[in-house]
């Protein structure tokens, strides 16, 4: 998936249009499974639209996918993950970080 194409997404979750963008997410992390910026995307447009045990296993899909090769998931992914966890009203990972 073009960068352009992510980005554009992403302004998308953060605008609140996540009902509309979580099947085209829903697509790509199928399509680019070590892609963890997509993965972000889709756990925060899930739990925005309060999907948050779907995005709880999303996590737990990542988690396992990476355990396979030996890796874990990123910074952005476990504060996400625990953001998630514990209902933070605000999921976006990198807001902290701006």
């Not at 554009?8 to 249009?17: M, P, S, Y």
């Not at 199928?30 to 709880?56: F, I, K, N, Q, S």
């Not at 998630?84 to 902290?96: G, Q, S, T």
């Amino acid at each position: 998936m073009p960068r352009s194409r992510e980005t554009r997404l992403w302004a998308d979750v953060l605008q609140g249009n996540v009902g509309r963008v979580i099947p085209t997410l829903q697509a790509a992390v199928a399509d680019h499974p070590y892609r963890e910026r997509l993965w972000v995307m889709l756990l925060t447009a899930l739990a925005c639209d309060g999907r948050r045990v779907e995005a709880l296993r999303a996590f737990s899909e990542l988690d396992a996918l990476l355990a396979e090769i030996g890796l874990e998931p990123g910074r952005a992914v476990r504060d996400l993950g625990r953001k998630i966890l514990v209902e933070d009203p605000d999921p976006d990972p990198y807001r902290a970080r701006r």
